[in-house]
């Protein structure tokens, strides 16, 4: 009998490992909002989503990075500078992401024809937020 080249969750563990960082940027925007927590299925979804995203900018800041490195050099790009960039590149907009959630900046400026929501989950909470905001 032939045992098969590649092992099953070996695959899985790829991929898990290549969605890690949608993963950190999902936990951090739901970690830090009131929102309910989403399902396991929406929160894979989201960070596919997230994680398609981060790959496009590493790539584009990686080529941004090999155009001025005559100029100005960090170093060499490898796989562990890949590696790091897309872990900074995830922290950041799920911060971003809760930061507007929390303060409903976004929301607020839309007009009133495009949505009349606001950021917060709940009509409680938007009451709280308003009433204790530490942002003007």
Known sequence: MRIPDTDPDSDIVKAIYQMLPGFISVRICHGLTDHARPTFFERVVQALIFT?????????????LFLIGPWWSFGVWAADSAFVWRDVVSIVPGL?????ANTNKLHKHLPDWMTNRTAY????????????????
Do not use: D
């Open 52 to 64: 398609t995203f981060f790959r496009t900018i590493v790539i584009l800041l990686s080529k941004f």
């Open 121 to 136: 989950p709940s009509e409680g909470s938007a009451r709280f937020h308003v009433t204790s905001s530490v942002f003007p």
């Open 96 to 100: 971003t992401f809760s930061c507007l």
